[in-house]
């Protein structure tokens, strides 16, 4: 078992920058793959990013493309998502998920989740 918490949501104006950790308890999380889903209000949960286990290989939805980057410290059982030039259309609750060791891009090919932190961006 996995345990995920999220934290580094809140309140930002349109520009700015935010980075969201999601910290793994339980087994070694360094043979995890992680990945960041968001979920806007009345819309279906949507893949953001993803990174493979060892950190080598990661993946961006189109819409966060050059302003989002997803990193890990297996060190410290953390995946990060540092989000730049934030627009409008990015407030969402934001989802830390994890699963053994690929990418995948579906949520529901993860198996374990975090409680959500709400990310909300001002015009």
């Known amino acids: 078992q996995v345990q995920l918490v999220e934290s580094g949501g809140g309140l930002v104006q349109a520009g700015g920058s935010l980075r969201l950790s999601c910290a793994a308890s339980?087994?070694?999380?360094?043979?995890?793959?992680g990945a960041w889903f968001r979920q806007a209000p009345g819309k279906e949960r949507e893949f953001v990013a993803a990174?493979?286990?060892?950190?080598?290989?990661?993946n961006y939805a189109d819409s966060v493309k050059g302003r989002f980057t997803i990193s890990r410290d297996n060190a410290k059982n953390t995946v990060y998502l540092q989000m730049n030039s934030l627009k409008p259309e990015d407030t969402a609750v934001y989802y830390c998920a994890a699963r053994d060791w690929s990418i995948r891009l579906r949520d529901y090919e993860y198996d374990y989740w975090g409680q959500g932190t709400q990310v909300t961006v001002s015009s």
């Open positions: 990174i493979n286990w060892s950190g080598g290989v990661t």
């Open positions: 339980g087994r070694t999380f360094s043979s995890y793959a």
